[in-house]
């Protein structure tokens, strides 16, 4: 079986290992697509060591371990790429999201042709195609976050950054109602970027606007509740500084290997009365309610498709991330 590894300098490598076997509540599973993901990007930029990449996994159930009740052979599942363990202190105390026995991958690519997997990081995902199905996992980081945005129907949503995730809260935000939906995007001109705004209106962004543009203060909503920063952690000050009062700043953009540091006014903090609510999505959740707004338009993966990428053709992954594309998602295919 193959499967992609890479390192910085999108230096990527295609290895072979033999095709595992299942035991006990184990279950082998095809590959058919994988999303390239923003975390996936960052090691390709940052990690000095190869390292598995992918983990936005739609595959088909191909073999199961004689302990295995959940799925069969020949259903098409996603695969979550961190699971509850479901009887540790905090999953038996209604905490599953402060896990910290989950199941993974174990340091397998998803970028490949095979995973062999605990039973309990699969869904079945009846309804979805293969490609429709590797939305699912970025589409719960999404959801994560509109959640704990709070999104209301009487005042503003600012998503801050314009990649694959700030979109998906883009049309996650309309679906709740965001009264003004405002991105704000990194360079203006670029390829990719035109294309990205594009998308953005045409999921329901009201308008888009870019950092270090004049008077960008006076283009955000008058009434911001609501604010989803995905850019990168320095961002975090701009998006608190513009947040209304009692405002609710949700940081997802990361610095993996970099620097993750912001500098914040507390004052403004305090006195209105804004609070800045960290999510990670792991262990997996909100994937069957996912599943659920794909199937039914309210996430519309042909706007957000931009690439389809063979596994063994990593020189075409290299270029689309490299050079200034009309990327908005790609996906790897077998």
């Known amino acids: 079986m193959k499967y992609l590894q890479g390192r ?20 082998l599973v095809r590959v058919l697509a994988c999303g390239i993901c923003g975390t996936d990007l960052h090691f390709l930029r940052k990690k000095e060591e190869y390292t598995p990449l992918g983990h936005e996994i739609s595959a088909l159930v191909t073999a199961v371990g004689e302990s295995v009740t959940k799925v069969s052979a020949g259903e098409m599942v996603v695969v ?11 999953c038996k105390n209604g905490e599953s999201h402060l896990c910290r026995n989950m199941t993974g991958l174990e340091g397998q690519s998803g970028m490949g042709e095979y995973l062999l997997v605990h039973e309990n990081n699969l869904v079945p995902c009846q309804g979805l195609t293969a490609e429709q199905a590797t939305f699912v996992e970025p589409s719960a980081v999404a959801l994560t976050a509109c959640l704990a945005a709070e999104i209301r129907d009487d005042s503003g949503l600012v998503i801050w950054g314009m990649g694959p995730i700030a979109l998906l809260c883009v049309a996650i935000g309309k679906y709740f109602h965001a009264k003004e939906i405002v991105c704000v995007g990194g360079r203006k001109g670029t390829r990719r970027n035109q294309r990205r705004e594009e998308a953005a209106l045409a999921l329901g962004a009201d308008r888009v606007c870019y950092f270090g543009e004049e008077s960008l203060r006076e283009k955000l909503p008058k009434e911001t509740r609501s604010a989803i920063v995905t850019s990168p952690p320095a961002t975090l000050s701009q998006a608190v500084l513009t947040a209304g009062y009692g405002g609710i700043i949700v940081p997802l953009g990361v610095a993996i290997d970099g620097d993750a540091k912001a500098e914040i006014d507390v004052d403004d903090l305090i006195f209105h009365k804004k609070k800045i609510v960290s999510v990670l999505a792991e262990p997996a959740r909100y994937f069957p309610r996912c599943m659920e707004l794909i199937r039914t338009g309210v996430i519309p993966t042909e706007k957000l498709l931009t690439h389809r990428i063979s596994l063994t053709d990593p020189e075409r992954f290299r270029q689309v991330f490299t050079k200034d594309e009309e990327t908005i998602k790609a996906i790897i295919v077998n």
């Open 80 to 90: 979550e790429d961190l699971s509850a363990c479901g009887v540790c202190t905090s």
């Open 8 to 27: 910085k300098e999108f230096d990527l490598i295609l290895r072979e290992r033999e095709i595992p076997v299942p035991v006990h509540n184990q279950v």
